[in-house]
């Protein structure tokens, strides 16, 4: 006699969901702890959904008064409040360096000629992106670039006007972004009436010409035409990015740290399996009529559910505790999911590797830290040098981090989770394979 | 009941770890009905046997066939046969011992009605009916041996295989585990039986299997292990006084090979003591000798074992 493979899972799962209830420890792991961190999170930032300050920096090739008066009419008319401090960096290269080393969100670089008559139209595309890390390009830049590529046929390319950021996801780095991008968006859109304006002086008097100094009718005319141009719809809608408040911070937050958590709790889970090794009950399980196969599903099951529960009481805790903003419902449920399999099949195979349970914790520590270090849980991706910055997008960790802030931070559906879902799945796939070519291993003596 | 059609039979088992060959050679047989026991130390290859024999361990020779059939570590129907406990105690101490055995009886596809009764039978069989709702990790190192043991029975194999299953136990414990076993051998189960205590081995096992080093050295009845070494019976006589005249008579007694003197009478190496012993008796009447005591003892496995291997059974 003998089960199904199915039955004999069920009844492996079962079992082990009872014997995490019956010590208690599924209490602990999927209640108590996302409680804990819930509270963290919630009280750290604040539940009244105070903003919190970012930075954004701006850079000037030539800082001329045009320059410095087309910039802060931008500012001002993106509505921004006490939400980002501006700030002015000395030079396009301090900036760079800035926004390189975390310490700046992102920023934006007026060219040098931006002030001259002759560029007052900004060539397209309008605004050029300097990803500092080269190959990947957010999604915020990316719908920024399909709204502006505009060639209006005029204009050298000198006068681009240039958003620095980070391409990795940093909370700050991410909002800074966007609304470096919304004030070069405002830029540009000046530029395009100022050009519409000066078009028309042309065709009518003397006005000015290429290559010419703008007369100071020209330059009240570029201000005018700015905060005209400010006042007129964004190109990117900022009220789509959920910073108005920090309740998607405090949502991004919850998500980044309880992956941490979740995998060193998934490597727990699997080194109870190395504990059953040697206290036994692996053996008698080895010894019954069921495959290896099922054996270790029916076990990383158990810890995968533990997992996913874990992620949604932090889901649940947060928003009734503290207005938290994950985003939408289903793509947060998915990603939940996708984050909680790619743990699971890391901390599996970690423990296929393992000689005994004490291996087993130290790597699920180890490389629980690490990955949290690396895929920018605990640290501005963008303090890390560049090579620790190409690592961080191969980590489960940091690609769930990418799709929690597109939920949390620009609000997209389940449409704009596609890659990190992708992604998870394609690093959950590996690693169960992995695993699978060691799944004996797991169970025999 | 008499041995039949062999249920396990391990032909020329090695397994080696690196340079050292845990198992080497070892060859046996098990018929139903029938209870082998595996004798050697600590460290001897008794649980690697066992392991290559209940399809746990993949062999790097030999083979093991299980009612006829090769086993092999992805052999999941064949093993529906076989009931293994192991050395440590298998079970979840987080649950009861109903739970727990509801558990393994559904790895065995037991299901509904019958995994209720199963349970309750084996739980009847181990003597823990009592207590079967309560946590395992409640209860004694005997208890839960017992309980160890009803995992293995639940789904009724054809092949009994128990690691050590006495190890620390109590006395009372370890009388009802050996009853068990008795009993499921005499009920027509194939039981391999993996012990260092001797005495577990001569009550339980038709045949014994002696390892040492990874190898199987000796194998049969005690009674052929015995004729193996040549192994004597001695008669131990304790006589105050003068033994001389005895000592002298005895040495004329047919089957007596030799007469010792010791401090408080004398000792006698004989090859069957029992049918020996009348004529001592009249040897020592007949002398006037008087004997305080009479003492027949007959060599074990523990004899044979330090004969074979030169070492004691517990190094």
Redesign the interface.
Same mark, same amino acid.
């Given at each position: 006699m003998r089960p199904s493979a199915g039955r004999a899972i069920i009844s492996i799962l079962r079992t082990e969901l009872r014997r995490r209830l019956a010590d208690r420890s599924i209490i602990v792991s999927g209640f108590v702890a996302p409680a804990v961190i819930a509270a963290i999170i919630g009280f750290a930032f604040g539940a009244a959904g105070n903003p919190i300050p970012l930075k954004l920096g701006v850079a000037y090739d030539a800082p001329t008064s045009v320059a410095r008066s087309v910039v802060n009419a931008a500012i001002g008319g993106a509505g921004l409040g006490n939400l980002v401090q501006v700030v002015t960096v000395s030079s396009p290269g301090a900036l760079r360096h800035d926004v390189s080393d975390g310490s700046i969100g992102a920023g934006v670089i007026l060219p040098a000629g931006f002030a001259s008559a002759s560029s007052f139209g900004i060539s397209g595309p309008g605004v050029k992106v300097e990803d500092r890390v080269p190959g990947k390009t957010s999604g915020v830049i990316r719908d920024l670039l399909a709204n502006v590529t505009v060639d209006t046929g005029h204009g050298p390319p000198s006068a681009q006007v240039s958003v620095v950021s980070q391409s990795t996801s940093s909370v700050n780095g991410q909002l800074a972004e966007a609304l470096a991008a919304s004030i070069s968006s405002r830029l540009y859109a000046g530029a395009l009436a100022l050009q519409v304006d000066a078009g028309h002086s042309a065709a009518g008097s003397s006005g000015s010409s290429a290559g010419a100094a703008p007369s100071k009718a020209d330059v009240a005319r570029l201000e005018a035409a700015a905060v005209a141009a400010a006042e007129k719809p964004a190109l990117l809608d900022l009220s789509s990015l959920n910073i108005g408040t920090n309740h998607a911070v405090i949502g991004f937050y919850g998500s980044s740290i309880s992956i941490v958590f979740l995998f060193i709790g998934a490597g727990l889970g699997t080194r109870a399996i190395a504990m059953e090794r040697t206290g036994g009950t692996l053996t008698r399980l080895a010894a019954a009529p069921v495959s290896s196969a099922s054996v270790v599903v029916g076990k990383m099951l158990a810890v995968f559910v533990t997992a996913v529960v874990s992620l949604l009481v932090l889901w649940a805790e947060t928003v009734l505790l503290f207005h938290a903003t994950w985003g939408a419902a289903g793509g947060v449920v998915l990603m939940c999911t996708a984050t909680s399999l790619a743990m699971c099949s890391l901390a599996m195979f970690l423990t296929s590797l393992a000689k005994n349970e004490d291996q087993a914790y130290a790597a699920s520590i180890i490389v629980g830290i690490v990955l949290g270090i690396v895929g920018g849980n605990f640290f501005p991706p963008g303090s890390l040098p560049s090579g620790l910055q190409f690592v961080s997008q191969l980590t489960p960790n940091g690609w769930a981090l990418v799709g929690f802030g597109r939920l949390a931070l620009q609000g997209v559906g389940i449409s704009g989770l596609i890659s990190p879902l992708a992604i998870l799945g394609i690093i959950s796939a590996v690693f169960i394979a992995l695993a699978g070519t060691r799944i004996r291993r797991v169970v025999e003596l | 009941m008499a041995p039949t059609a062999p249920v396990l039979a391990c032909r020329g088992l090695t397994k080696r770890y690196g340079n050292r060959t845990a198992v080497d050679e070892v060859s046996f047989q098990i018929a139903a009905g029938e209870c082998y026991g595996l004798l050697g130390p600590n460290g001897a290859g008794k649980t690697t046997t066992i392991?290559l024999a209940?399809?746990?361990?993949e062999p790097d020779g030999g083979e093991v066939l299980v009612e006829g059939q090769p086993l092999f570590?992805?052999s999941?129907?064949?093993? %529906?046969v076989?009931g /293994?406990i192991?050395?440590?105690? %298998?079970? /979840?101490p987080?649950?009861s011992v109903v739970?727990n055995l509801k558990?393994?009886g559904?790895? /065995?596809?037991?299901t509904g009605n019958r995994l209720d009764d199963r349970t309750r039978a084996v739980i009847e069989i181990v003597g823990l009916t009592e207590r079967s709702k309560e946590?395992v990790g409640n209860f004694s190192g005997g208890m839960k041996r017992r309980a160890n043991i009803a %995992?293995g029975l639940l789904?009724e194999p054809h092949l009994l295989v128990l690691d050590e299953p006495t190890v620390g136990v109590d006395p009372q414990s370890r009388n009802a585990i050996l009853e068990t076993v008795v009993s499921l051998r005499d009920a027509g189960l194939a039981v391999l039986y993996t012990t260092h205590y001797m005495e577990e081995a001569e009550r339980l096992c038709n045949r014994v299997g002696i390892i040492d080093g990874g190898s199987l050295i000796a194998e049969g009845t005690r009674r052929q292990l015995v004729a193996q070494v040549r192994g004597q019976d001695r008669i131990r006589l304790v006589a105050p006084g003068d033994t001389d005249a005895l000592a002298r008579a005895c040495k004329r007694i047919d089957g007596i090979d030799d007469v010792v003197r010791r401090d408080d009478g004398l000792e006698l190496a004989v090859h069957d003591g029992r049918s020996v012993l009348p004529a001592v008796v009249a040897a020592a009447t007949g002398t006037g000798a008087e004997l305080s005591s009479v003492e027949v003892m007959e060599p074990d496995l523990e004899t044979v074992f330090l004969a074979l291997t030169g070492k004691e059974l517990r190094d």
């Open positions: - | 392991s209940c399809g746990l361990l570590t992805t999941v129907d064949l093993k %529906a076989i /293994y192991p050395q440590e105690i %298998a079970l /979840y987080e649950l739970d558990f393994f559904r790895l /065995y596809g037991l946590r %995992a789904h």
